[in-house]
């Protein structure tokens, strides 16, 4: 008996596909996107984009530029890429840099202060040296510790003559004047030093090497609250207009819909008022999250209001869209489930809603950018990270949009067999 019923549960497993999907395909699939984002790592850590300003232009700071910049774990530059056609761009200045850490050009800028060159590094308190800037985007909280830890180990590994020099200095200092014999030996060996070496380890502590200033010049006075509240915001408007354009399924099932097209609406009017539903549901919605996050955890909504509304705007028809398009390829309504599911938690998952994207590999977040999630949050960061005008929002604007109108007319080609059984 106990056989029996196991053979009729796998019986009934294998004729619900929903079911089937959600067993199988589904752990599959995130067990692949996790280990393509994380295996993808090679165990080490990801380069960091990092731009570097020599307001100092000395022998020393062009060393440290130069071991920046073939840095492997950095993806260092001077000057932003050149434009085809166009003249080569001019290096970064320290306002320059700023303007493109703030733009989200790169989560991270070095700038290296005049006089530098003449003292470096050193082994005492760093208030008697210059300091290096490290103006950061705390949405990335990764990379400027990253690229601080890095500095210090860059500097130890491209300049171990300098760090001899001045060493010997503190020796001196600290135990008397060398005797010419002591010094001319001591000079001798550290021209052996080469002018760079093998990476080593290395961090960002009191004890640091180079005097280093971090400032977060985008996000003093925000939190990352909008970016929660547009991620899982976004995932859950697509499990709801799903949901809504299920409603074509049950029509379907129980005859209404039949009905309804044997009146004077067609099938591309029942579908674009659907989805115009589906849209100010989904608009309904994601403004209450937000104005939750404005009530409770003080987010500044009132003062985006203008580039919320159109993102959300967007951002609803696209997830409409979505919906409606699922309807029309699913056959029945525990199919519709079983294939939302799926497609819904993968689409999050490489989209950043569940993990951010500037976390993975870079093959992986060009991957993210086939997902509604990715164009959306990435049009809430504008908005209320970086405080960018209306304007600034064409291309997520445009994407998100034009999701919602092809996703409509493929739903549309689908939704034929309606009008034909």
């Known amino acids: 008996m ?22 199988f395909i589904l752990p599959i699939a995130f067990f692949s996107i996790f280990g393509v984002i994380f295996g993808g790592m090679g165990g080490g850590t990801p380069r960091v984009s990092v731009i570097v300003v020599d307001e100092d232009r000395s022998p020393v700071s062009e060393r440290l530029v130069q071991a920046l910049l ?16 166009a003249p080569a761009p001019a290096d970064y200045s320290a306002a320059t840099a700023q303007a493109a850490v703030k733009r989200g050009d790169a989560p991270a800028a070095l ?5 530098f060159g003449a ?23 990764v990379a400027a510790q990253m690229v601080a830890g890095i500095l210090q180990k860059t500097v130890m590994t491209a300049m171990p003559d300098v760090m001899a020099h001045i060493g010997m200095q503190y020796f001196e200092q600290a135990s008397g004047e060398l005797t010419a014999e002591q010094r ?23 004890g640091s090497l180079v005097a280093l200033d971090i400032r977060d010049v985008v996000g003093e006075k925000r939190s990352m609250i909008s970016f929660y ?3 899982i915001g976004v995932m859950f408007l697509l499990f709801t207009a799903s949901a809504a354009g299920g409603s074509l399924l049950d029509e379907a099932e129980s005859g209404a819909l039949d009905r309804v097209l044997s009146s004077h609406v067609g099938m591309t009017t029942l579908l674009a008022g659907k989805m115009t539903y589906s849209a100010l549901l989904a608009f309904l919605q994601l403004t209450l999250m937000f104005l939750w996050a404005a009530a409770a955890f003080h987010l500044d909504l009132f003062g985006h209001v203008a580039g919320f509304v159109v993102m959300t705007a967007a951002t609803a028809s696209a997830v409409a869209g979505f919906g409606m398009l699922l309807a029309s390829l699913s056959r029945t309504r525990a199919q519709a489930g079983a294939i939302s599911t799926l497609l819904i938690l993968t689409m999050s998952a490489i989209g950043g809603s569940m993990f951010p ?3 993975m590999p870079a093959a992986m977040q060009k991957v993210g950018l086939i997902t509604i ?12 990270w970086r405080d960018e005008p209306v304007t600034h929002l064409a291309p997520q604007v445009a994407v998100l949009c034009g999701a919602a109108l092809g996703l409509f007319l493929v739903a549309r080609r689908f939704a034929r067999r309606w009008e034909f059984s």
């Open 111 to 115: 700038i290296i202060p005049q006089g």
């Open 184 to 206: 001319k030996r001591i000079e001798s060996t550290m021209s052996e030093i080469p002018n760079g070496g093998a990476p080593a380890g290395g961090s960002n502590s009191g």
């Open 357 to 359: 994207r500037y976390f």
């Open 2 to 23: 106990i056989l029996a019923i196991v053979r009729n549960g796998f019986r009934s497993l294998r004729r619900d596909r929903g079911a089937l999907i959600l067993s």
């Open 70 to 85: 073939k840095e492997p774990s950095l993806d260092a530059r001077t000057h932003p890429a050149a434009k085809k056609g």
């Open 229 to 231: 509240a547009a991620g």
């Open 373 to 384: 999630n990715a164009w959306a949050i990435d049009g809430y960061t504008k908005v209320f």
């Open 119 to 141: 003292q470096p590094i050193a082994f005492g308190p760093a208030a008697d040296r210059p300091t290096i800037q490290l103006l950061h985007d705390s949405s990335d909280p």
